[in-house]
Structures are given as C-alpha cells and as structure tokens.
C-alpha cells in the first residue's frame, strides 16, 4: 500500500479488501468493554482542519485514539492558517512536531498532495475540495458489504450534485476497483463534463433507475448552487432528484439507502426515508471509525492487531 | 549538465568554442566590428555575416576585416533577433518577480532582441507617463528593447477607453493595445477600442476569455479537471470571444490580434477569418505547444497558467495552425512570479510561467524537430511576423547588408535539462525545470553590440 491514502483510485484491491477486512477485525474490538488498543502507542496523528467538519474529526480523532495514539487536532480557526501562514509552512510546523500521520481536510482540491511533498508522515485525505473523500468511500463500501454481503456486481446509484462531490469521485473510483456497478444520477449541469469518461453508467433519470438499484445513495445538494444556475429552485431539484417516500418505493426489498451527510432533509432526502429502517445513515457513522482506524493502523504500520 | 553552463563543461561536438570571441582579451562587448563565421542562414547556407556600427556590413563566403571580433559559429543557426509579442516584466510595482533590467536579460538569454512588456503591472500602463517609464528603464538595461503595450482600458478595468492616443504619441510609440490578464468583454468597448487606433495603426490585442463562462476557472474543463475536481475553463469561452472579435474586427475594418491561443476551436475559427481577408492575427505561447493539462495531476502550481494548459488535441492543432500560418507567431506570455505565489494550493496559486529562455529551444523540440517547420519558418514565426505585427522596423529583418545587426545565434545540436536556478529572471516558475530541451542560445546580438556570447550575459 502506498504511503498515503490520497485518492481511492491509488487503492489497488487488495489494498481496498485489506483494508475492509481490517476494518471488519477492528469493529469487532469495538463491541468489547475496552474498546482501547495500543497498537498506535507513541504515534501522533495531527487532525489538520481548514475546513469545518466536527462529524470528520470526532470520527478521525475516535479511530487514531482507540488505536492509543497521540492526537493533536488543529484547526484552521483562530490559528495561524487565519493570520495567512501557508500550507507550506503549516507543514513545517508538523515536521518539527514529528507527527507520523496527518489527517487533511481542505477546501482546496490536491492540498493533501501538496502537504505529501512537503512532510516525512503519512498523509490521510479527509476531504480536498470538490476532489476526493477516500475514507468515506472506504466507509460506504464497508457498510454495503456488511449490509449486501458482497460488492462484486453490486449495482450502486449515486445521485445529485457529481460535479461538486469528492463522495462521489472517490464512491466511483473505489467501487469500479471492488467491481460494483456504479450508475451517477443528476441533472446535467451537475455533473462533470467528461463524465462519460468515468468508470461508471450516468444518468439524468432517477425515476428509471432507482428499480435497478441495490444501493442509492444520495448526496447532500448546497442550496447556493441554485443561484449559479445549476437549478431552477429547491422545489424542483427536489421534485426531480429528491428521494421521496414513492421513489423509495421503487427500490428493490433489499436495497438500501446511503448518504453521507449533513442530510438537508426534504431537498435531496425525505424525512421518513432518512428514518427507514433501510437508511444506513448512522450506520455509517459507526462504521466510518472503524474504517479510519484501519487505515491508521495500516498506514503508520502498528503491532499487530491482537486476537 | 545546466542550461546555461554547458559551454564550460560539454567536450561533444565541438560546442566549447562555439561562439567565443577570438580576440587576445575575450569577448569583448564593446567592439564595434563583429565577423560571424560559417553561420547557417535561415535558409540553410552557411556564410559569413560582418558586423559594424550597429548594422550588417556585408554577408558572403570568406569575409575579412582588420581588427574585427571573430565568432566561429560553424554549426550555429542565423536567425534574426527574436521578438515577443507579449512578455510581463512586472515593473512597475512586482520588483519582486520581475523587473525590466532582469526580464529584459532573460530575453536576451533566450535569442529575443526586442519584447512588449503587457500592461499589466501596478499601476497600470494605461497612460502615457507608465508606457514611457517602462520604454526608458527598457533603455538603460540594454539588452533588448522594449516595446510597452498599452492598457485598452483605464486600469484594465474594463469600464473606460484609456487615453490609446496619447499613449502611442509618447517616446514609445505604443501600437499594440491590451487589456492581457483580463479580457476586453464588453462588446461595445471592444467595437470602440478596435475603431479608434485605426488613427494610428494600433491593433488590440485580447485576451479571450468569456468571464461568466471562468468564474473560479482553474484547469481546463475536461477529463483532468473533472477527475482532480478543479474547477472547469472550458475552451468555448475563449473561442466565443475569438468569434466575436473577428467578427468586429471586420465589421469595423481594423486590426486584430489574438493573445495566447490555446484550443483547436480558436484555430478553426482564426482560420476561417483569415479566410475571408479580415485583418487578424494571433500568437501561440511555447507552453500550449509543448504540454496538456495531464500535467496538473500532480497539483503543482507551476502548471497552472491562463489559458490552461489544454489537450494533446488542441496541442496537435496549435502546431498545426502555426506550421500553416494561421497562427501567426509565438509569443511567450512569460509571466515571473516570486515562489510564494507558487508553493501553494492549485486553487490559491498565481496564474503563469516564465518562458523567454525556453521559447527557441521548445520551440526546436515542438516544431523544428517534428519537421513541421525549418529554420526558415522559425524565423518568420519568432521574429519576422511578431515585428511585423507590433510595427517594428529595427526588428524582424531579413540577415542582408544593411540591415540593422539584431540577431542570434544558435546551436540547435545541443541538449541540456532545463535549470531554473541558472536563469536571471528573478523568478523560478517554469514548467519545463528538469526537462531535457534541444538547442542552447550562443549569442544574441542588439544592434551590433552583444549582450550574449558564448551562451552566457555580457
């Protein structure tokens, strides 16, 4: 496995399977009265935070912690990041910490491959811009897999904003290497011009696909981008790519529904399809701790993890 | 082996001692008479080229003159003294990236004997006192002259005519008009601007860039930037823009000139109103000749320019479009800026590239050596046609007696690795650091006098 988890599309699939499997072996832990391991004892990890994402962190800071590592978390508010100290110097900063691993999340896309040139630790993407979110691809696959018992032929529906969504890209990169068949639903304007390029189906009709889909997954919609045009009115987004109770319907008796939240209940999911029981939204949360502390684990290189 | 250093060290093919004066002190810049020795002419033949008070004596097989500089330059090409179209110097007010006496070195280090600084510095060159101050510092460094464009509008904001007139009456005769890092959008003003310098024999040149169409813009909209999520500058905004002002340019009967074109859609459109006899031109920067926007998977900064860096497709139709003439010249966009501006996120970073050193050499590697041009043609294209276009006449002429004795010589046999830190320019950012490149620039000469021998400054 490489150095870093930057993209899901630098994951080859041993890499991804190690990492579910692993995964798996550290949820079990979880269920036991100590949840505590000490295989990251004397690792820093640094939670580097120019963007606000207290659910990103609280997941990053549980996993490198049940794994007894040293956390520091450091965000961009009220720190020198504010005063315009730059990533590079930022990056300086964790070098002469000796932080062993650095979990990134920026607003800017590739921040995580500029912070890998400039520091000696691993680098963990936890989100750059409108790029890529590996762990949250790691975390939904590992919740389809613990859900459908399988992703191989998996037929996965990813609906809303593409363009903007690094969920989106690093879903479709992962799930095309686990072999899942991933078909990207939304209008037009909001997806990427050269999607037809991507591993992966597209379509602009929910209504037809979401029958044909074991898993749907619906991405948070940003009610600013009506006013850049991408969309008439929430009203109609919602109307139009907006999973309701009668498209839930739809859906196969075994699918399940996936977001990865914040949820802006009634645009892009309704509120009694957010609480069904084939919504797998706290699931994901739960298990998104897991993930991460498999990729900690495995990228800082700890003991090994105990029977 | 450096870029600059190589004469010192190469032992191959003879190039130690090419271009080092044979006179018992070295090279001296202050000899008023130069013999050229055996330099292949554009057109392929070599001869003798005398060099006295500034101009081309005489040309023939085996000159002679008392007391003359002899220069071997058996092997080395001929070409008249670059020009560019469209180089930042930064000064006034980014001393730090760039100033005249450093940009117009690098220039001179790259063949170039004469370059238009862009109006974009701070203040603006959008009177007659900023395009004067730029002209006499160009003056005092020397090296090459500089020719100062002209802001269309006042402080390039886009609202208001600059005063064009005054500034092509001052002592820099400015010609070329632009408003380069910002496009002239208003169609109105731009119907304006192309009208009002026919009184002089001006020509706009625009940046085309739709704004609505690259708000946020960061990479070229396709593949790349939807892959690495950067946001999309899609090639339509450039070529409506060309669309446009064709179509002005024509409706009004003026001058047209096109900055940096870098999609295969503009050199359609560029060639279809050539076709028709409209009075337009356009540059092609070293950088879109030679690089796709693949390069930007590694979220260096140093690959970040405007317009992006495209496809191998619009790459394969630049090339194309400049071989047949329909883009007209290269031009550098050479654009310093210091490495905080660089060393930074894709989205934060500064637009540009530096470019005056290399633009021969990739231009050797992306047209010479691909047999879609001869010398011959680089010369038209680097020198004779940008000179033409901006209204020089000290400039762009063919090597015969009597002309004036601007040109350079070049060894096209060489190959070295781009090295950033050898260069004079104040500033580091160029894509092709690392890069093996062919060709190394021997001697430039301005007017007679040498302000490059043997590969290295005066």
Redesign the interface.
């Known amino acids: 496995m490489n150095r870093h988890l930057i993209s899901a599309g630098d994951l080859t699939r041993d890499d991804a399977l190690l990492i579910l499997d692993t995964a798996d072996e550290l949820a079990r832990m979880s269920d036991r009265p100590i949840k505590k391991l000490p295989t990251l004892r004397g690792r820093t990890v640094v939670n580097l935070f120019f963007e606000d994402s207290t659910r990103t962190r609280i997941s990053f800071e549980a996993a490198a912690k049940r794994l007894s590592a040293d956390v520091i978390n450091f965000s961009a508010k009220g720190s020198s990041v504010a005063k315009g100290e730059?990533?590079?110097d930022t990056a300086q900063t964790l070098e002469a910490m000796g932080a062993d691993g650095v979990v990134i999340r920026?607003s800017?896309?590739?921040?995580p491959?500029?912070l890998a040139g400039w520091v000696r630790g691993s680098v963990v993407n936890a989100g750059?811009?409108?790029?890529?979110h590996p762990t949250q691809a790691l975390l939904d696959a590992f919740t389809m897999r613990r859900r459908l018992g399988r992703l191989e032929g998996l037929r996965v529906t990813i609906v809303g904003d593409i363009?903007h969504s690094?969920v989106a890209?690093s879903n479709v990169l992962l799930l095309h290497t686990l072999g899942a068949d991933v078909t990207l639903v939304g209008p037009p304007t909001l997806q990427?011009?050269?999607?037809d390029?991507?591993p992966c189906a597209v379509s602009y009709d929910l209504t037809a696909t979401v029958p044909k889909s074991d898993v749907i997954m619906m991405l948070r919609v940003q009610q600013e981008r009506m006013k850049a045009a991408f969309f008439p009115s929430v009203r109609e987004y919602s109307r139009r790519y907006g999973l309701d109770a009668a498209r839930m319907g739809m859906l196969p008796e075994h699918a399940i529904v996936m977001h990865p939240g914040p949820m802006n209940r009634g645009v892009e999911i309704a509120a009694e399809v957010a609480d069904a029981p084939r919504s797998t939204v706290v699931e994901q949360v739960a298990n998104g701790v897991s993930v991460r502390m498999a990729v900690l684990y495995l990228l800082l290189g700890g003991m090994a993890v105990p029977a | 082996m450096t870029e600059m250093g190589a004469s010192g060290t190469a032992s191959a093919a003879g190039t130690a001692t090419h271009g080092a004066a044979e006179t018992p002190d070295g090279p001296r810049r202050a000899a008023a008479t130069w013999l050229i020795r055996g330099a292949r002419s554009a057109s392929g033949e070599p001869e003798d080229l005398l060099i006295r008070d500034g101009v081309i004596a005489e040309t023939g097989r085996g000159l002679a003159a008392a007391g003359a500089a002899v220069i071997d330059a058996d092997g080395l090409i001929a070409l008249p003294g670059l020009v560019d179209l469209h180089t930042h110097l930064r000064e006034p007010g980014r001393e730090d990236a760039e100033t005249v006496a450093t940009g117009t070195a690098a220039a001179a280090l790259g063949g170039f004997t004469a370059v238009h600084a862009m109006a974009n510095t701070e203040p603006a060159a959008d009177t007659a006192g900023v395009v004067e101050q730029v002209w006499r510092l160009g003056r005092q460094a020397g090296r090459s002259d500089v020719y100062p464009v002209g802001a269309v509008t006042q402080g390039l904001a886009g609202a208001q005519l600059a005063e064009l007139g005054a500034m092509a009456d001052s002592a820099a005769r400015v010609r070329i008009f632009s408003d380069d890092g910002r496009c002239v959008s208003d169609a109105l003003l731009m119907r304006r601007a192309l009208e009002y310098v026919k009184a002089f024999d001006g020509v706009i040149a625009q940046h085309a860039q739709e704004p609505r169409l690259t708000e946020d813009a960061q990479l070229n909209?396709?593949?790349m930037?939807?892959?690495?999520?950067?946001?999309?500058w899609?090639a339509v905004a450039e070529e409506a823009v060309i669309a446009r002002d064709c179509l002005l340019a024509a409706h009004v009967d003026s001058r047209l000139h096109i900055c940096h074109v870098s999609t295969a859609g503009s050199v359609e459109i560029i060639r279809w109103a050539k076709s028709k006899g409209w009075r337009v031109t356009a540059e092609v920067t070293p950088h879109h000749l030679l690089l796709t926007d693949e390069l930007a998977a590694?979220?260096?900064p140093v690959y970040k320019v405007n317009p992006p860096l495209r496809t191998a497709v619009d790459v394969t139709a630049l090339r194309a479009g400049l071989a047949d003439g329909t883009i007209d010249c290269v031009a550098t966009d050479h654009a310093p800026h210091p490495a905080?501006d660089k060393?930074?996120?894709?989205?934060?970073a500064a637009f540009g590239m530096t470019g005056l050193e290399t633009a021969l050499r990739v231009v050797q590697e992306a047209m010479v050596d691909t047999g879609l041009l001869d010398w011959a043609g680089v010369a038209d294209r680097m020198s004779v046609r940008p000179a033409l276009i901006g209204r020089l006449t000290g400039h762009g002429q063919p090597l015969r007696a009597g002309a004036a004795a601007c040109l350079t010589l070049y060894d096209p046999s060489s190959r070295a690795q781009v090295d950033p830190s050898a260069s004079p320019s104040k500033s580091r950012n160029t894509p092709f650091a690392g890069m093996a490149l062919p060709g190394r620039v021997i001697a430039t000469f301005l007017r007679g006098s040498p302000s490059v021998i043997d590969g290295k400054l005066t």
């Open positions: 730059s990533l590079k920026h800017a896309s590739g921040a491959h500029r750059d811009g409108t790029h890529e363009l690094r890209r990427p011009v050269a999607v390029t991507w | 909209e396709g593949e930037a939807g892959k690495l999520g950067l946001a999309g899609p590694s979220y260096d905080e060393e930074t996120e894709w989205a934060v």
